[in-house]
């Protein structure tokens, strides 16, 4: 059976779970540019770091049994999330790659009646829309973001390790500049750009975490950005959720909106600010839209 164009959508636990407005964001945007989706019982991807870390043979297995509903409908996962596109895709590959470890595997999985085939591919959602193109896309564009500056974050799982995931520059990444750039925003060269938000050592070292938070808005914030555009959620909810914090550590203020990519061009596409529920980020987006005309 053939591959068709539509996706499974996988937009993970954190996005579900804590910050729904940023599915909803994304379901505009892809109904705006044709990107068909449907809903799967996936489970959690599971997380590419600790639970990796503790049992890679679960991992493998969880993960896999999560690319086996996507391979029953013969359809491509795109994922919303980093981590979720991290996992999912490394797991496709090392169970593609290597015999003895994927006929393990599959012993695990006869448990519950399914089996890997390795026959679809994982995309993460910023290739889908880059794959489109910039072009395509501002036929769509009702809002020119002209005037806005931005600071742009992929996050560090969105293009490593580069040898698996293979969708940008891991140290120049442009896919993301260039569709920001097609809302008409302006990404701003800053010098902390590829510097990690500090999520993952948030959760055993809160300190250092927060300084890597504070350089990274302070070198941004220097550069002109008005707002930071991410591509993930662990990304999104320590820069929005944590600003005070960082601010409190490395004695300044901070009140920069975080905008998900989606939530750019579905407001640049002209969909109202209330039907993506940006009424629910911390940092409140309020003073960003009156100043570029959408309150």
Not at 231 to 240: E, G, L, R, T, V
Not at 243 to 259: C, M, R
Request: glycine residues 6%.
């Amino acid at each position: 059976m053939a591959k068709t164009e539509e996706f499974k959508l996988f937009a993970g636990c954190t996005i579900g779970n804590r910050i729904p407005f940023i599915e909803a964001s994304a379901r505009k945007v892809f109904d705006k540019l044709d990107i068909k989706t449907s809903d799967a019982d996936f489970a959690c991807c599971p997380d590419p770091v600790g639970f990796n870390a503790v049992d890679h043979e679960s991992w493998l297995a969880m993960g896999a049994r999560n690319l086996t509903i996507a391979e029953g409908e013969s359809k491509d996962i795109v994922s919303l999330c980093n981590g979720c596109f991290q996992t999912l895709k490394a797991v496709n590959q090392e169970l593609k790659h290597d015999d003895h470890v994927r006929e393990k595997i599959n012993s695990k999985l006869k448990l519950i009646n399914r089996e890997f085939n390795g026959s679809i591919n994982v995309k993460h959602f910023v290739e889908v829309l880059h794959e489109i193109g910039a072009e395509k896309i501002k036929e769509h564009v009702t809002h020119d973001f002209s005037g806005l500056k931005v600071a742009c974050h992929t996050g560090c799982h969105y293009n490593r390790p580069s040898e698996i995931m293979q969708t940008d520059d891991p140290m120049e990444p442009v896919k993301l500049r260039e569709l920001v750039e097609a809302t008409g925003a302006m990404a701003v060269d800053y010098t902390e750009e590829m510097l990690c938000c500090g999520s993952g050592v948030g959760n055993a070292e809160e300190e250092p975490s927060m300084q890597l938070l504070a350089n990274k808005f302070k070198s941004a914030i220097k550069a002109g950005a008005e707002a930071f555009i991410v591509i993930c959620p662990a990304c999104f909810q320590q820069m929005d959720t944590n600003q005070k914090k960082a601010g409190t550590q490395s004695n300044s203020e901070f009140k920069i909106p975080i905008l998900y990519l989606t939530e750019l061009m579905a407001l640049s596409f002209g969909v109202n600010p209330d039907e993506i529920g940006l009424k629910f980020h911390r940092v409140r987006t309020t003073q960003l839209l009156e100043k570029h005309g959408l309150k």
